[in-house]
């Protein structure tokens, strides 16, 4: 059984530039959450997909944006980058069922830096 | 408001001692799930445990223990010898029906065991 994947494990950024980061879910998964967590603080919901439409919305502003594949792979979008954006990014994957909180397995994140 | 608060940022253990991770949560819902994740430097999230709000039974699996108790909103973790390898940060996390597909998670506990 393949775990999630995400892509790619590192990047740097300029403010102002847009970004793009790639997970894979695990086998099985329908669902796919994404957290930022920035140093030293625990992880923050921004958003989830089920079934290729967005199923809940964390504080965060529009220039965050995501996707979800027929394959159940999804991405994060980030416009605009701030300072602030720099954080570890983490993807999660559940296997979604309406009404039920399954548990979330997460990969191992992408480290955005925002200079 | 905070949802889920680990009062303790720190801890340091002698290797085979014992260790008590706190968590206390908050939520108006009757129905909720509890987690606990453990972050070694790597940055993945581990999942160690999943609990319902209905199931107070206290948990063991190896040197690990959870006592729920939802009289006092508490989802505490125990680690009993620890190891050196049990050194991460230790999050705990709720989600609740009400409030959609979210994970709230505290701002962890830095475990370190020293040798």
């Known amino acids: 059984e393949t775990g999630v994947t995400q892509s790619p494990t590192h990047l740097i950024k300029t403010r102002g530039q847009q970004v793009t980061l790639r997970c894979s879910s695990q086998?099985?998964?329908?669902?796919v959450s994404w957290y930022q967590q920035a140093l030293g603080q625990g992880p923050q919901f921004i958003f989830q997909?089920?079934?290729?439409?967005?199923?809940g919305r964390g504080n965060f502003p529009p220039r965050f944006s995501g996707l979800q594949f027929p394959n159940y792979s999804s991405e994060l979008n980030v416009n605009a980058l701030e300072l602030d954006d720099s954080a570890l990014y983490l993807c999660?994957?559940?296997?979604?069922?309406?009404?039920?909180?399954?548990?979330?397995?997460f990969g191992p994140g992408t480290r955005l830096l925002v200079l | 408001a905070q949802k889920v608060t680990q009062a303790q940022t720190e801890i340091s253990v002698v290797e085979k001692e014992d260790v008590t991770l706190d968590c206390v949560y908050e939520t108006r819902d009757t129905t909720y799930y509890l987690f606990w994740y453990k972050q070694p430097p790597s940055g993945e999230l581990v999942f160690l445990i999943r609990r319902n709000s209905f199931d107070e039974q206290n948990e063991i699996s190896g040197r690990y223990s959870w006592n729920f108790q939802k009289s006092t909103s508490s989802f505490n973790f125990t680690i009993t010898a620890s190891q050196v390898v049990d050194s991460a940060v230790y999050f705990c996390a709720l989600s609740e029906i009400r409030t959609g597909n979210q994970f709230y998670f505290g701002t962890g506990t830095s475990l370190t065991v020293i040798p």
């Open positions: 997909y089920y079934r290729e439409e967005e199923n």
């Open positions: 086998s099985g998964h329908n669902t």
């Open positions: 999660a994957s559940s296997a979604g069922t309406s009404g039920r909180r399954e548990t979330q397995y």
